[in-house]
């Protein structure tokens, strides 16, 4: 069991910037997919990002050059930078985890807030 714990949101206007922090409760370096889903109110919950088990970063194209998805060394705590935040970045963000990057993920945090104003 792989317990997720993130941090960091909060709310920014348009082009401001912020970063997701998610604290695994084991190292996850080279053993779990990790990744970030949001949803947005009223909406279906979206992937973002994952970082592979063999450290590629992975983007929906909607934040690409935008969000950066990233890791300790300790291989411990996955981050998020998020730049040049826009309205539609609106969401709750959820940390996961999983032995792959497939669709339904095994592990989820509990969500962190992010909300971008005009």
């Known amino acids: 069991q792989v317990q997720l714990v993130e941090s960091g949101g909060g709310s920014v206007q348009s082009g401001g910037s912020l970063r997701l922090s998610c604290v695994a409760s084991?190292?996850?370096?080279?053993?779990?997919?990790m990744g970030w889903f949001r949803q947005a109110p009223g909406k279906d919950r979206e992937w973002v990002s994952d970082?592979?088990?063999?450290?590629?970063?992975l983007y929906t194209d909607s934040v690409k050059g935008r969000f950066t998805i990233s890791r300790d060394d300790a291989g411990k705590t996955l981050y998020l930078q998020m730049n040049r935040l826009k309205p539609e970045d609106t969401a709750i963000y959820y940390c996961?985890?999983?032995?792959?990057?497939?669709?339904?993920?095994?592990?989820w945090g509990q969500g962190t807030q992010v909300t971008v104003s005009t």
């Open positions: 970082l592979t088990r063999d450290g590629n970063d």
């Open positions: 084991e190292t996850f370096t080279g053993r779990y997919c």
């Open positions: 996961t985890a999983d032995r792959s990057c497939r669709v339904d993920r095994t592990y």
